[in-house]
């Protein structure tokens, strides 16, 4: 069944789901690793997902948890805070109130929803962080975090820049939105890797597009005309806004491979990108993984079931020699 939210619908992605029939609720699905506390049809869960408008990955985790929630018949609502902390804070206290059984939590901030988590503690609502961890103040409040680990696909990307350089060339970064915990990792990590494994290459400039692919293509725009020649490699922290650094290349005349680039977790146009020779690499990086993950953890924990408190979904390096290994995503 379909039901709305109190917050306004312009704010949410509202998907209630419930179960089909008291046996198949009844039973206890075989990853669970326990017995039900109630039926799954009344386990009540909400999710509050970054901003499924803003990118093919986003959207697929939105869709996919909508469609599991629905495949397991559990009681969950989808929300969609468009990318602004404090619509997911109110978002946050309005599940609060509803006494949801657990919370799945995709946060928009590192540190400004910490007051609402803890409020969620407090009222003995378990809160999962999904794909990005909050602030290390918030985490005495958080019961568990499932997601990618983002400074790995961040080294990767490094050696996967690095090497088809030959550990030399002149490199532009395309951020993500200043700040976010992911932008911070895949920043930090992919500069370690660089100063500790590649010496020899250059960072001219880093500048944030905020996982657009618009704004990146922006930004790599005025990389092109502020360095020209000079850009040998380009490194970006999402395929969407490797997507705007590859039109910018096609615009500027460049040809496939002329410009090596890198980005972590790659959607479908990246991954025929790869195939025609316009990006060098990317991050295998499964959205459906990652909901999936994060509600069987929620699951787990509405019945009582120990969990540890950090489970990663699996990655990969995608090159043009391993990409006939992997399938093509469908987001």
């Known amino acids: 069944m379909i039901k709305r939210t109190a917050l306004a619908a312009a704010l949410t992605l509202t998907a209630f789901i419930a179960g089909t029939g008291a046996a198949a609720a009844q039973a206890a699905p075989d990853w669970l690793g326990g017995e039900l506390k109630k039926p799954l049809a009344d386990t009540r869960i909400g999710i509050t997902v970054l901003y499924p408008g803003s990118n093919s990955y986003q959207a697929k985790y939105a869709e996919a948890a909508v469609s599991y929630a629905k495949e397991i018949g559990i009681d969950a609502t989808v ?44 009222a003995n609502i378990p809160v999962v962080t999904s794909n990005s961890p909050i602030g290390e103040a918030g985490r005495q409040y958080v019961t568990a975090h ?23 060339g002149n490199v532009v970064v395309i951020e993500g939105t200043p700040g976010y915990s992911v932008s911070i990792l895949r920043g930090n990590c992919f500069l370690d890797a660089m100063e500790d494994k ?32 000079k850009i040998n ?86 090159t043009a020699d391993t990409i006939d290994k992997f399938e093509r995503p469908s987001w």
Not at 146 to 156: R, V
Not at 200 to 212: E, R
Not at 269 to 283: L, N, Q, R, Y
Request: glycine share 10%; charged share 20%; aromatic share 6%.
């Open 146 to 168: 499932t997601g990618p680990d983002d400074c790995k696909l961040a080294s990767q990307a490094a050696e996967m820049l690095g090497d088809s350089l030959g550990g030399k």
């Open 198 to 229: 590649y010496p020899d290459i250059k960072i001219l400039a880093s500048q944030p597009a905020d996982w657009n692919r618009e704004k990146a293509q922006t930004v790599m725009e005025t990389f092109l005309t502020q360095y020209g020649e």
């Open 79 to 122: 929300m969609d805070p468009q990318g602004d902390p404090a619509t997911q804070f109110n978002q946050l206290q309005d599940m609060i109130a509803q006494k949801m059984d657990v919370i799945v939590l995709w946060p928009t901030s590192q540190n400004a929803l910490i007051p609402a988590v803890r409020q969620a503690s407090r």
């Open 233 to 318: 490699g380009v490194y970006a922290f999402d395929d969407g806004m490797g997507l705007g650094v590859i039109s910018a290349l096609q615009a500027a005349g460049k040809k496939p491979g002329e410009v090596k680039l890198v980005t972590c977790n790659q959607f479908g146009e990246g991954w025929d990108a790869i195939k025609a020779g316009w990006e060098t690499g990317s991050g295998k990086q499964s959205p459906i993984d990652d909901a999936v993950l994060a509600i069987q953890t929620a699951v787990k924990v509405a019945n009582g079931i120990s969990v540890p408190p950090v489970q990663e979904i699996a990655i990969d390096k995608i």
